[in-house]
């Protein structure tokens, strides 16, 4: 039972380039999670998906893109990175939408130069 | 919609002494409530969590947490840290209604001093 597990686990991009981030649950949850950490400014929500078919915006969805693959992947897509998006970025599952336990992944660390 | 305020952002505090960090939150609706810790370079994990009943809720590692639906305070408590609970810590609010996300709040750094 691995959990939440991300990858890549650290990335280098430059400025215009684009990735995905993959995170993938073996917890058999119905909702997961994108957030990004910044110095000072805790978690963001980025993305959430609440069941399998469905994704909504969080509080910082510019410049992101999400696909939920099936119920046990979450992507997160950066189209055209820009500096501003140097982050270390978390996925999350819970079993149930809304205020239920997460269960985080180890993280991604991304740098755009 | 429903936020959370941790007061401090860093809390320095010599080994085997006690500590309290503090949470406050806002909501219009019954809420469900959480604190999560950060070791370096590692994800967060749960801590502790309040859903309904005992207003005092324990948790891992000796750590403690009070409600207070009076005060709209959820602070975390450890009556002796160690070198080990040095980490960061979040503290987050959920309604009990829809699909809304937990909101976390901005961190507090613990720093346990020898």
């Known amino acids: 039972n691995a959990g939440v597990t991300q990858t890549p686990k650290f990335q280098v991009l430059k400025t215009g380039q684009s990735m995905t981030l993959q995170c993938a649950q073996d917890?058999?949850?119905?909702?997961m999670y994108w957030y990004r950490q910044d110095p000072g400014m805790g978690l963001r929500l980025i993305y959430y998906?609440?069941?399998?078919?469905?994704?909504d915006k969080g509080e910082v969805p510019n410049g992101y893109n999400v696909s939920r693959l099936n119920k046990r992947e979450f992507s997160l897509r950066l189209e055209s990175a820009a500096p501003s998006q140097t982050s270390v970025y978390f996925c999350?599952?819970?079993?149930?939408?809304?205020?239920?336990?997460?269960?985080f992944g180890p993280g991604t660390r991304l740098t755009v130069l | 919609a429903q936020s959370v305020t941790q007061l401090d952002s860093q809390v320095p505090v010599f080994e085997e002494a006690p500590v309290e960090l503090r949470c406050n939150y806002s909501s219009s609706v019954s809420v469900y409530l959480f604190w999560y810790v950060q070791y370096p370079n590692q994800g967060l994990q749960l801590l502790l969590k309040?859903?309904?009943?005992?207003?005092l809720v324990k948790g891992i590692n000796g750590f403690e947490a009070e409600f207070n639906k009076s005060q709209t305070s959820f602070h975390l408590r450890k009556p002796s840290v160690h070198i080990s609970d040095t980490a960061e810590y979040f503290c987050?609010?959920?309604?009990?209604?829809?699909?809304?996300?937990?909101?976390f709040g901005k961190g507090t750094r613990l720093s346990v001093i020898a």
């Open positions: 309040y859903l309904s009943g005992s207003t």
């Open positions: 987050a609010v959920g309604g009990n209604s829809g699909n809304t996300p937990l909101v």
């Open positions: 917890m058999n949850h119905n909702s």
């Open positions: 998906s609440a069941s399998e078919g469905t994704t």
């Open positions: 999350a599952s819970s079993a149930q939408r809304g205020p239920d336990t997460q269960y």
